[in-house]
């Protein structure tokens, strides 16, 4: 796979005009990702587009709910084709065995992966204000070991986490880690977790999700192409 088919570009805006006018003017992105301000606002609209112009679509819509519901929902985000779908490992192994269930009943189901815990938070954030009295690292090796037994394909995790949980969880387990900042970008935002393109790609990251270092840049395309450069493309 070319490395630039491993970079992940969120579809981060409220429209779906503001979104195509976005895969427009980057078309050498393979891979969007449609979450939850565009799939609220626009709605399953957008799947179709981004299927027809032969784009990987990655719909990050974090299902976070009772088994029943979360089976539901991804056997209807099922109907879509897209190629992977999130749901937050925090909802239990329960759900994750269900909605995996669910899934399984499509005739080609999207690849479910779960989130371990979000970039946006830190170590003090889980003990804090989570209570979780288990170290970070050790937290998200714990959900991705659960995900992986629930038969998930994989999880999301920040490039610190990868290295171990690929250890673990092995080598075909999926790793999609946002929080990436190339070393050009001093901002990180609200993410708390982040690391380069090359060293996450080091750590075992398999797909990188980089919205606003590449949407938000005066120009978009030089800094989507300045990060496939910097990953050896
Ligand atoms: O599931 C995700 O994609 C996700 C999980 C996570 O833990 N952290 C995280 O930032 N994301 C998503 O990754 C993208 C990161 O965007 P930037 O911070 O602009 O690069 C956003 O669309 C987030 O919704």
Redesign the pocket.
């Given at each position: 796979m070319l490395t630039a088919d491993r970079i992940?570009v969120?579809l981060?805006v409220p429209t779906f005009a503001a979104a195509i006018a976005l895969v427009e003017t980057l078309p050498d992105v393979s891979f969007w990702?449609v979450?939850?301000e565009l799939f609220v606002s626009s709605g399953p609209e957008i799947l179709a587009e981004l299927k027809q112009r032969q784009k990987r679509i990655?719909l990050?819509l974090?299902f976070h709910d009772i088994p029943n519901t979360v089976a539901g929902a991804c056997r209807s985000a099922a109907q879509y084709d897209v190629d992977l779908l999130?749901i937050h490992a925090t909802a239990g192994r329960r759900a994750l065995q269900d909605a995996q269930a669910a899934l399984s009943e499509a005739t080609e189901p999207p690849k479910l992966?779960a989130?371990?815990?979000?970039?946006?938070?830190s170590s003090r954030d889980l003990a804090f204000d989570l209570k979780v009295p288990v170290e970070l690292p050790q937290f998200t090796l714990e959900m991705a070991l659960m995900a992986k037994e629930c038969g998930l394909a994989g999880a999301?995790?920040?490039p610190h986490e990868a290295k171990q949980i690929k250890q673990l969880c092995g080598q075909d387990f999926l790793l999609?880690c946002?929080?990436?900042?190339p070393h050009t970008i001093s901002v990180?935002?609200?993410?708390k977790r982040t690391m380069t393109p090359a060293d996450a790609i080091k750590s075992g990251a398999d797909y990188l999700?980089?919205?606003?270092?590449?949407?938000?840049a005066e120009d978009p395309v030089a800094a989507f192409a300045r990060i496939c450069e910097e990953l050896g493309t």
């Open positions: 992940i969120p981060d990702k979450g939850l990655f990050d974090k999130t992966i989130i371990t815990l979000l970039t946006s938070l999301v995790c920040s999609v946002p929080g990436v900042r990180t935002g609200d993410q999700v980089i919205g606003r270092p590449i949407t938000a």
